[in-house]
């Protein structure tokens, strides 16, 4: 094995004079997604002059100071700054410090991907089935553009005869990240969560909501949780019936056992030819999960057939099989003649895109193709398929290879045509896609420079009904002739904005819709032109919604313990209505005692306020912390107050001050995520449990899905502090704990 070591050697000059050095060193790598702003941070000296020069995969990105606009950068004392990362910032980047007296340089990767939604993709089953004084244990597989689990946030509600519980603080979770499988797609992050709701707060039939949130998106899911009576059989839930499959494809038979505990899963098949079942065993191949479900890899059509499940527990047992067919896999669709890498345009032209593709033989008419048409340009994303005109034509037919070979022409008009940028065409069919893109140049005549919006507007804008829409920009470009505005109608297509009572459109190309209506959202464009013909516009979609009240869903506990000297941290969670921003928040504190209430100065609190994801498109859900330094000496009530622009609520805590005996909520310390150990030997999993006593610890160990209950004996030991002992520990001992 071996190890390295660096450091840049600086070999100071007489007097003044210095080579360049750098102070400090960019960092190797950079991961970032799309849309994050990202910091190489870099520092210099040396004698000046000094001249910095910044590369991007050998190819000059310009000097010192001087952004350059196809990589959306800005550098600034030789740092750069990518404030909105896209994919093609990804590569290798190297800066140059140089001066009279030596140069210097140093490189750096950046690998951006793509971010994706959170999704959940394997769901809790519909039906949840517990024993009578068990802890209720839940998983489920997501997919989420986050780099650590601390990104992500749980929340647990239970929902019964009407009445609505948040679980949240009961619950003990863990995001693990997981390797995809065959069949899923390898270009995103998948996680699993384990979930464990602690005996009595299981004990409750009901509907169990499962949100899961990063600072982006989030998903939810849902079981009904039945605590089941003794003597119950175990079931499937789903119940598989049949599955298709292609040829090469890993196929998933996907099912959970439910019922009481141990359950035995055996599988058997039995293909065509063969007359009677045979046992399933597990290999690279077959491979049979804990919840029941069977994954077959590389599936070929001699593995088709019927295949049987059978469980069993103590009560009962169950069986079901399921008929595996193997069905021939159609042709993906094709971009045969892609778009050229530029399309020139000249001023007031339409733009017409042609390219050929071949489908599947299955694809037999025009409506069973769709496109999308995607303009970016200044890092924003405009979708111009409701703009375009199209033909698609079959040419010719290959039924010996069974596919069609079409031919796609796409016209877009006046003044969707008139911006340059990048474009992107999206070909689907019903399985499959495929994309091309050019970018697309507008020649300005004369050496020119054509009309343009500074700043840019943006392409959504969201306003509470009774607020004023504002799309504040200015128009500029040489020998301007008119801006105008227009609004999308579906059966006249842009309707020229011309009703000054309702509209106030400004000198400088703005636009304010005063007092906005239900009716006032949908898509406006901008069309701006000058006596050379050129043309430009921007399309901006206005979304106006009802108010919907602020409320506190996570309030203050009932009682907070404080320490006197120390600051005090509080946190609540709201939901808000859809347009309003971090900024529309304000919040105050007040100290109550005896009747007397105080407010709590400014410069008392600070406060932190986190979008967790959108609740639906009414309301948006948000977390709040806050710190508080004032020096309290009385016992008493912490009133904290949180508006927005329009409604507000309060939550109340009591406050238990030193030298009274509070209950402290009890805390695991560090607990290793694994541990190997050789057979016979004694394993220690060695944690730290504090809080008020008397605390009750329960240690568990993942048995065929289930987390099973862990009792002291000759060979498992729990001790005082949390930790746990296994005596000569074995194979069988391995698993999750």
């Known amino acids: 094995s071996g190890d390295i070591t660096t450091t840049q050697l600086v070999i100071r000059r007489d007097g003044d004079e210095r080579a360049p050095y750098f102070d400090p ?110 802890d209720l244990n839940l998983s489920i597989t997501l997919t989420a553009s986050i780099r650590s689990p601390e990104d992500i946030v749980v929340s647990l509600g239970h929902s019964s005869r009407g009445i609505y519980e948040d679980l949240t603080e009961h619950i003990i979770y863990k995001l693990t990240e997981i390797s995809p499988d065959d069949g899923m797609d390898s270009d995103v992050k998948y996680w699993t969560l384990n979930l464990i709701l602690p005996h009595p707060f299981s004990q409750a039939s009901g509907d169990l909501t499962l949100s899961v949130g990063d600072t982006y998106s989030g998903d939810i899911s849902t079981t009904e949780l039945i605590i089941e009576q003794e003597g119950r059989g175990p079931f499937l839930d789903p119940l598989p019936r049949s599955v298709e499959v292609h040829p090469g494809e890993e196929v998933l038979i996907s099912t959970n ?112 193709i769709s496109l999308t048409l995607i303009h970016t340009a200044r890092g924003i994303k405009q979708d111009l398929t409701k703009h375009i005109s199209h033909d698609i034509i079959l040419k010719d037919l290959d039924e010996v290879n069974g596919i069609r070979l079409w031919k796609v022409g796409i016209v877009l008009p006046l003044p969707f045509s008139q911006a340059s940028g990048d474009l992107s065409l999206i070909v689907k069919d019903k399985h499959s896609s495929d994309e091309t893109s050019t970018r697309l140049v507008i020649r300005n005549g004369w050496g020119r420079y054509g009309p343009f919006l500074d700043p840019l507007v943006p392409d959504f804008i969201t306003v509470y009904v009774g607020e004023d829409v504002v799309f504040n920009t200015e128009v500029k470009g040489n020998e301007l002739l008119a801006e105008e505005w227009y609004k999308w109608d579906r059966q006249r297509g842009y309707v020229k904005l011309t009703d000054r009572s309702k509209y106030d459109i400004h000198t400088n190309g703005s636009l304010t819709i005063p007092k906005a209506r239900i009716e006032d959202s949908g898509d406006y464009m901008i069309e701006i032109k000058d006596r050379f013909g050129n043309v430009a516009g921007e399309i901006i979609q206005v979304v106006v919604v009802e108010r919907s009240d602020l409320e506190i869903i996570k309030p203050l506990p009932k009682l907070t313990n404080l320490t006197l000297g120390k600051d005090l941290l509080l946190g609540v969670k709201v939901h808000t209505g859809f347009a309003t921003d971090e900024d529309d928040f304000t919040l105050s504190l007040e100290h109550s005692l005896m009747g007397i209430v105080e407010g709590i100065p400014s410069e008392h609190f600070t406060y932190e306020i986190s979008r967790v994801f959108d609740v639906d498109f009414t309301k948006q859900a948000w977390n709040i912390e806050v710190v508080v330094s004032h020096p309290f000496s009385d016992l008493g009530h912490l009133i904290l107050s949180i508006g927005d622009t329009h409604s507000g609520a309060i939550t109340t805590t009591q406050l238990v001050v030193g030298g009274v005996d509070v209950l402290e909520e009890p805390t695991i310390g560090p607990l290793p995520d694994s541990i190997p150990f050789y057979p016979g030997e004694n394993v220690l999993i060695d944690v730290s449990v504090k809080g008020s006593a008397p605390i009750k610890i329960t240690w568990y160990k993942e048995e065929s899905g289930r987390y099973e209950t862990i009792t002291s004996d000759d060979k498992f030991t729990v001790h005082p502090n949390g930790s746990l002992s296994i005596l000569e520990a074995q194979r069988e001992d391995e698993g999750r704990y």
């Open 257 to 368: 056992t439910q019922g009481p505990g141990p359950i035995t899963i055996r599988w058997y098949m039995k293909t065509p030819g063969s007359p009677e079942y045979s046992e399933v065993v597990a290999d690279e191949k077959y491979k049979i999960h804990a919840n029941g479900s069977l994954s077959i890899s590389d599936f070929q059509e001699e593995n088709g057939g019927s295949y049987r499940l059978e469980i069993a527990n103590r009560d009962g047992d169950s069986t079901v099989e399921i008929q595996v067919n193997v069905v021939e896999k159609l042709a993906d669709l094709l971009i045969e003649r892609p778009l050229p890498k530029v399309t020139q345009l000249s001023p007031g032209e339409f733009l017409t895109l042609n390219t050929s593709i071949t489908t599947d033989i299955s694809t037999e008419e025009e409506d069973d």
């Open 25 to 134: 060193y960019p960092k190797d790598t950079y991961d970032a997604y799309t849309g994050d702003k990202i910091f190489i941070n870099v520092g210099y000296g040396g004698s000046e002059p000094t001249s910095v020069v910044w590369y991007k995969d050998d190819e000059s990105i310009l000097g010192f100071n001087k952004p350059y606009e196809k990589f959306t950068a800005v550098f600034t004392n030789g740092s750069a700054i990518i404030s909105d990362a896209e994919l093609e910032h990804s590569g290798r980047y190297t800066v140059q410090i140089f001066n009279d007296f030596g140069r210097v340089e140093a490189s750096t990767r950046i690998q951006v991907s793509e971010r994706t939604d959170l999704v959940i993709v394997e769901p809790l089953p519909r039906k949840t089935y517990l024993e009578p004084g068990k």
